[in-house]
């Protein structure tokens, strides 16, 4: 099973509402040994996606406390969140969409399939992300 070890970062520009925006990716381990700085980084993010993997129900399980650390260091609750149930091309699957929709319901997010390994859902998902971040009223 695949998951993320390390914190990885991406810079890319997207086409978002009729403007270009540039976009700072931070990919984080749920690893203790990244607590540290994973807590740096919420109190200054803009959005945010929690994803799980549909095959792994360890994964699901632990959506409420990625949520839970994210508000206690700094993401409000007024953060755009997605919750995102990934792999569903995969066999296997030990997590099925209603469980992830009552998750995301229940938090006052919204709810994504997708495939990281086909796009399927992934644009989408991305797009609805920044437009909810664009929406917000500036910070400061």
């Known amino acids: 099973m695949a998951h993320t070890s390390y ?5 890319t520009c997207v086409w978002v509402n ?3 925006v540039r976009v700072n990716f931070w990919d984080m381990s749920g ?7 994973r ?8 959005g945010a996606v929690l994803v799980y993997d549909v095959t792994n129900r360890t994964s699901f399980d632990n959506l409420q406390t990625w949520l839970d650390e994210a508000r206690k260091y700094g ?20 997590v099925m969409e209603a469980e992830g929709l009552a998750f995301a319901s229940a938090n006052g997010l919204s709810h994504w399939e997708t495939s990281a390994q ?9 797009e609805t992300l920044f437009k909810d971040v664009l929406s917000r009223p500036p910070l400061g």
């Open 7 to 11: 914190i990885s970062f991406i810079l």
């Open 18 to 20: 009729g403007r270009d």
């Open 31 to 37: 690893s203790d040994a990244f607590f540290e700085v």
């Open 39 to 46: 807590n740096e980084f919420y109190k200054d993010a803009s």
């Open 75 to 94: 993401a409000g609750n007024d953060l755009p969140i997605l919750v995102c149930g990934n792999k569903v091309d995969k066999g296997k699957r030990t």
């Open 118 to 126: 086909s796009g399927a859902n992934c644009n989408d998902m991305f």
